[in-house]
């Protein structure tokens, strides 16, 4: 199943801001993450820390790229500016890697580097 690139960051947008929901839709089971602070989790990981996290209500995705490996692997990299309430704004270098089967698209990797 073939998907455009607004598609994938349209789906990335939704991790970010959506919370449980949208991992529990886009998420793999076998996905593995990586998070400053919190280092590398599984889907129900993440998942489990959402339910009391505040979502990202500002989020800004420049230097974005995407390299496409044959019809079902695509990977993403991009620059993130993300923004909770009053708090201070998180800024990071990610990477996410989607592959796509009969079921749709899932993510299957991300990563995510603090910069200052």
Same mark, same amino acid.
């Given at each position: ?16 801001? $959506?919370? +449980?929901?949208?991992?529990? %839709? *886009? ?9 400053? &602070?919190?280092? =590398? ?9 959402? $339910?009391? +996290?505040?979502?990202?209500? %500002? *989020? ?9 490996? &044959?019809?079902? =692997? ?43």
């Amino acid at each position: 199943m073939a998907i455009t690139d607004d598609n994938l960051w349209h789906a990335e947008r939704r991790l970010w801001t $959506e919370g +449980a929901e949208a991992y529990g %839709e *886009l998420v793999a089971p076998d996905c593995v993450m990586v998070f400053p &602070g919190m280092g =590398v989790m599984d889907r129900a990981g993440a998942i489990a820390g959402l $339910e009391n +996290a505040p979502r990202w209500r %500002e *989020l800004d995705m420049s230097e974005r790229h995407v390299a496409r490996f &044959g019809k079902d =692997v695509a990977v993403l990299a991009y620059r993130a500016e993300a923004k909770r309430g009053d708090d201070e704004t998180y800024t990071c270098h990610c990477s996410s890697t989607y592959r796509g089967a009969d079921a749709g698209w899932h993510l299957i990797q991300h990563q995510q580097t603090v910069t200052d």
